[in-house]
């Protein structure tokens, strides 16, 4: 996961350079709470969130300061980043494995083949000792 840093925002300071009044018109929930915006090591913010709305979507403690908000919500998104990479580590396995079985499962049709081949080929041989061919 990209490195975030946070702030609370004071309502009143532009945004990536667009004024606060567009994001407060624009987001009634931001006039409701504190606000934090989470930026990039570029000191860029990618994401911008009312404490409450943290709260209630991540079931995070309603008694927590604004700061502890911001923190345990990092916090998950590195847990979520992590439980990502793991899952993804084991559909890599997990393909790798499907691939070894496919070609094994390749190998054993073209033996059996050889295999139901030679049988016909021999049963046709027994057929004319039989019957005299």
Same mark, same amino acid.
């Given at each position: 996961?990209?490195?975030?840093?946070?702030?609370?925002?004071?309502?009143?300071?532009?945004?990536?350079?667009?004024?606060?009044?567009?994001?407060?018109?624009?987001?009634?929930?931001?006039?409701?709470?504190?606000?934090?915006?989470?930026?990039?090591?570029?000191?860029?913010?990618?994401?911008?969130?009312?404490?409450?709305?943290?709260?209630?979507?991540?079931?995070?403690?309603?008694?927590?300061?604004?700061?502890?908000?911001?923190?345990?919500?990092?916090?998950?998104?590195?847990?979520?980043?992590?439980?990502?990479?793991?899952? #993804?580590?084991? $559909?890599?396995? /997990?393909?790798?494995?499907? +691939?070894? %079985?496919? !070609?094994?499962? &390749?190998?054993? #049709?073209?033996? $059996?083949?050889? /295999?139901?081949?030679?049988? +016909?080929? %021999?049963? !046709?041989?027994? &057929?004319?000792?039989?019957?005299?061919?």
């Amino acid at each position: 996961m990209k490195k975030f840093t946070y702030e609370i925002w004071n309502k009143s300071s532009k945004i990536n350079g667009i004024d606060a009044q567009y994001y407060l018109k624009k987001h009634y929930e931001f006039t409701l709470d504190d606000v934090i915006l989470f930026k990039n090591s570029q000191g860029i913010v990618e994401r911008i969130e009312s404490v409450l709305t943290l709260k209630n979507n991540y079931n995070i403690d309603s008694s927590l300061t604004s700061n502890e908000v911001a923190k345990e919500y990092l916090k998950i998104k590195r847990g979520e980043e992590e439980n990502r990479k793991s899952y #993804t580590d084991k $559909i890599s396995i /997990l393909s790798e494995q499907n +691939a070894k %079985l496919l !070609l094994d499962s &390749a190998i054993k #049709t073209n033996e $059996i083949n050889a /295999l139901n081949k030679n049988a +016909a080929n %021999l049963t !046709l041989e027994i &057929a004319k000792m039989k019957g005299g061919m």
